[in-house]
């Protein structure tokens, strides 16, 4: 049998819920169904979240897949859920029930992979957090979510909150910060070979269906470069400001300008809160006064002097910086001097937002019209 769309579909309504009686395809179980040469990813879609049959299901059209097309076909399957809708108002009203209390929303972005974008979002939330501020973090890293592991949460399911009548997803808290992720619902071990409709998908719904309550700062690691996820976040949320994170190379420093002027183009037209330079310099935990540039000095500050940016940090090259986010336990909990950069990190930010705010107009959601 070919592998295709139709063939994949046939064959996945062999798939019987039995709870239901029927297979999962005429239930509606299955969605975004792509197929690419020897890939299929698709989403199952829940009615209602604690399904006690979603695993066995999940695992039978794996196995009956493989059993028909190859075990060489590598099968992705996102478990999601949702709940029925009334009608188009309705709809519309749940596409912000989750974020509407949310003061500040806050994207952490990288014209480049491997910057320690993660590593900034995750400290920066918990130094907020330890300044009394109410934080949600939200890893919007889909194919490569590093949060379950930098806050030690790792294997954890998020609980489900019915909130005016619709199921919302319940953030883990850890560290004082509510944190949601992909991570939580995939196995780690597994590549996730979606193509951007899914992974939107799937971003969308921790977006608007997390339960993230009252918060003053919404931060979203994105991923690096500029792509889907971060067209949708901005079509999304009005997303108040930007972050961009870079290290002092002028390899990095050339992508970052990318992610500048992504954000701040014409019909997007997101504030630039501000750059944050990670690695600024090594320096070794016991010579705490020895600075090493590695990768260049002062890179950042000079990008931010030239596009008349605020520079927000400068942060050093420790290992103790790497030992939290490894270990699960970020160092801005810690009142050690890497720990003290991320603090100060936390006032240059609130700065910024407090005259963002005070000057500029709220940030529009972005719309984009087809003829």
Request: net charge neutral; aromatic share 6%; glycine share 10%.
């Amino acid at each position: 049998m070919k592998l295709d769309k139709n063939n994949v579909m046939a064959i996945l309504g062999k798939v019987i819920h039995p709870e239901f009686g029927s297979d999962i395809v005429s239930l509606g179980f299955v969605e975004n169904l792509n197929v690419d040469e020897q890939k299929v990813s698709f989403s199952l879609v829940f009615k209602k979240v604690k399904d006690p049959f979603a695993s066995g299901i999940k695992k039978q059209c794996e196995t009956i897949i493989k059993q028909e097309f190859g075990d060489a076909i590598v099968v992705s399957i996102l478990e999601l859920v949702k709940t029925p809708q009334a009608n188009p108002k309705e709809a519309k009203k749940s596409v912000i029930s989750g974020i509407h209390q949310v003061k500040n929303i806050v994207a952490i972005a990288s014209g480049k992979g491997g910057v320690g974008k993660s590593t900034i979002a995750s400290n920066l939330a918990v130094s907020l957090a330890r300044l009394g501020y109410k934080v949600g973090l939200l890893d919007a890293d889909v194919y490569g979510p590093s949060m379950p592991k930098m806050f030690n949460i790792e294997g954890v399911r998020p609980s489900v909150t019915v909130v005016d009548g619709q199921d919302l997803i319940d953030p883990v808290d850890a560290h004082g910060v509510k944190v949601l992720s992909v991570g939580f619902f995939v196995n780690p071990d597994e590549a996730l070979v979606w193509r951007g409709p899914m992974a939107t998908s799937a971003l969308r719904q921790l977006l608007n269906q997390g339960n993230w309550g009252e918060l003053d700062f919404l931060m979203l690691d994105l991923p690096p470069g500029t792509g889907d996820i971060h067209l949708t976040i901005v079509q999304e949320a009005a997303v108040t400001g930007a972050i961009i994170v870079s290290t002092p190379q002028d390899v990095a420093l050339a992508d970052a300008v990318k992610g500048i002027s992504m954000f701040t183009t014409k019909g997007i037209n997101v504030p630039i809160l501000g750059l944050v330079e990670n690695m600024a310099w090594f320096t070794p935990e016991e010579l705490p006064n020895n600075k090493y540039y590695i990768f260049g000095k002062d890179g950042c500050r000079h990008l931010a002097e030239r596009m008349k940016l605020p520079l927000l940090g400068q942060i050093p090259l420790v290992q103790g910086i790497r030992e939290g986010g490894d270990s699960g336990s970020p160092i801005a909990t810690q009142d050690t001097i890497s720990g003290k950069a991320f603090h100060l990190l936390a006032e240059k930010f609130l700065d910024q937002i407090e005259l963002r705010n005070k000057n500029l107009e709220p940030t529009k959601r972005v719309e984009i019209k087809t003829r």
